[in-house]
């Protein structure tokens, strides 16, 4: 499997358990060793999605 299709199944997976609170991304980085392919695919992953959430807080003034 190329990294593409993983980093895709990956993103599918995250996406069809978030109705259930369930954290894909963690548990995948949890099967991975640090410093694989694999693994640096899940990292970027969760990283891009926490950035993505940080950026959905609306801002106070």
Do not use: C, H, V, W
């Not at 997976?13 to 109705?19: G, H, K, L, R, S």
């Not at 963690?26 to 926490?50: G, H, M, S, V």
Request: net charge negative.
């Amino acid at each position: 499997m190329n990294s593409e299709t993983f980093a895709e199944l990956a993103e599918d997976f995250y996406y069809a358990t978030i109705p259930d609170g369930y954290e894909a991304l963690y548990a995948l980085r949890d099967l991975f060793e640090p410093n694989t392919n694999k693994r640096k695919i899940i990292d970027f992953l969760i990283q891009e999605n926490d950035n993505s959430e940080d950026s959905s807080i609306p801002i106070e003034f």
